[in-house]
């Protein structure tokens, strides 16, 4: 009674494809493999992809660099 074999795991699938049907559990599956797959390329330390670079870049360009001045003093 501890465990459970192997025909109460399939019985246990079937009764979630009813539930859910396929579709809706094969987009759960891609959202999550997609969830895990932009995890593990944002924990890669110093690895950027190149559109990260050029938009970097891009943004740098745009940028304005000025010094603020106190009138009040």
Known sequence: MGSFSIW???IVLVIV?????TKK???????LGGAV???????KPGEE???QIQQGAA???KT???QAKDINK
């Open 37 to 43: 797959k932009g995890f593990k390329d944002g924990m």
């Open 25 to 31: 559990l094969r987009n759960i599956g891609q959202d």
């Open 59 to 61: 943004t740098a360009e």
């Open 49 to 51: 992809s190149k559109e």
């Open 17 to 21: 494809m009813l539930v859910f049907g």
């Open 64 to 66: 304005v660099d000025v």
């Open 8 to 10: 109460h795991w399939l």
